[in-house]
């Protein structure tokens, strides 16, 4: 079949797989034009298929050799049938094909369990996973993202809401479709069960839970590492993010790893949360303001030389940051941080006075909209040089580590 893009508001119904596997080959081509890394050599990558979960899938395998075994829930194409027409699989399906076909054929080890991470279910089989075929693993990515969780442990499913606390935030945003700036106001949290049903969901609980698994299986080497990603943000993005209900999930999750470590002790373990830079994905251009400040940032950081996709953020992390052969550096909460070239005092100064200036008459002069647009279609596998969007494809591609 023929594969458009399909898109409303925020959401792209169809990816194409050829985009999907060129975009992954593009990133391995990255990583190793930056050269090898003396990092872990058997990974978990926990949300591995779209993201900084596939950047640090791609990095560990391609810049360090590594043995990956990653979890995601995605959906595989459906072959059409006559008078039928197929239905394409989610980029992250594509992405996870695409990645295990180059790891093998560089003699690489990745599989892949596409299934509820948050389930218990899947954590056993990750675990009987690594027994049979890694042992042990010496680094575990955390990069799930989801809207609602069914917790294991309680049987409830809870949902998360992207809300301020502080009353109701009123600001700009952007439809990066249209490039039309306006106005949006967003009614805060109703109660404190909306704040904790986000805490429940994008928290440190699953985190928690999961390694606490592999840690009782005997299934993480000494000296292991475990790294969540979060983000702060800017000010002008507080009050619905850093200090919304996000922002307390979050919170949640760099307490979280204070507390890993302390767990970890015995292994000579070390657990971190990662603060890196704003991109687009999906769940970011769900939230008002954040499209608008990513295309304004795009511009300055580009301008500055210091731009960065997930790709090279995730590269700088590893290369940078984990693996230096020094002790990892870190702020005064024991966060990583790789937000570093965008929290630039310069970077925000401009970034601050595009704000007060754009509307929808001088955006594409004033950010980066169409770079905005081209992330956006990107992780979708569209918008890619060198791909042939009006040939037939096949939507239907094998993980061949997935039954």
């Excluded at 429940?200 to 080497?221: P, Y």
């Excluded at 307390?248 to 373990?269: F, P, Q, R, S, V």
């Excluded at 608008?292 to 511009?299: A, D, E």
Aim: hydrophobic share 40%.
């Amino acid at each position: 079949m023929i594969i458009e893009p399909k898109m409303r508001g925020f959401i792209c119904f169809t990816s194409h797989p050829k985009g999907c596997e060129q975009n992954v080959l593009n990133q391995i081509n990255y990583v190793k034009s930056k050269g090898a890394i003396d990092g872990a050599k058997k990974v978990l990558v926990i949300g591995s298929s779209t993201g900084f979960g596939l950047a640090s899938r791609i990095t560990s395998a391609f810049g360090s050799n590594a043995a990956t075994l990653g979890i995601c829930f995605e959906k595989p194409g459906v072959e059409g049938k006559p008078g039928v027409e197929g239905k394409p699989g989610t980029a992250g399906w594509y992405n996870t094909a695409a990645v295990e076909k180059f790891a093998g054929e560089a003699g690489l080890y990745a599989k892949t369990i596409n299934g509820d991470a948050f389930s218990n279910e899947v954590k056993e089989q990750a675990i009987d996973m690594i027994k049979k075929d890694l042992g042990q693993v010496d680094l575990v990515i955390y990069s799930l993202a989801a809207p609602r969780r069914t917790n294991p442990v309680d049987g409830k499913t809870y949902r998360s809401v992207l809300k301020p606390i502080d009353g109701v935030y009123s600001n700009k945003t952007v439809d990066f479709h249209t490039g039309k700036v306006s106005e949006v106001s967003i009614q805060p949290v109703k109660d404190e069960e909306e704040i904790a049903n986000t805490v429940q969901v994008m928290g440190g609980d699953d985190w928690r839970l999961w390694m606490e698994a592999l840690s009782e299986a005997g299934v993480l080497a000494d000296g292991v590492k475990t790294v969540a990603y979060s983000y702060i943000g800017p000010e002008i993005t507080f009050p619905i993010y850093r200090n919304g209900t996000i922002g307390k999930a979050k919170d949640h999750l760099e307490a979280t790893a204070h507390d890993l470590t302390k767990k970890l002790a015995a292994l000579n373990g070390e657990a971190f949360v990662s603060v890196n830079k704003a991109l687009v994905t999906q769940a970011s251009s769900a939230i008002p303001v954040i499209p608008l400040y990513i295309s304004l940032l795009f511009k300055v950081m580009k301008e500055a030389g210091v731009h960065e996709g997930c790709i090279e953020q995730i590269q700088r992390l590893y290369s940078e940051r984990l693996y230096t052969g020094n002790s990892i550096p870190v702020d005064e909460k024991g966060r990583i941080r790789v937000d570093d070239w965008e929290m630039r005092e310069d970077i925000q100064e401009k970034v601050s006075k595009l704000w007060d200036q754009a509307d929808s008459e001088n955006l594409n002069e004033l950010g980066d909209l169409a770079g905005y647009k081209h992330e956006f279609m990107k992780l979708f596998g569209f918008d890619i040089e060198g791909v042939d969007y009006a040939a037939d494809v096949n939507e239907v591609v094998a993980v061949k580590s997935i039954d």
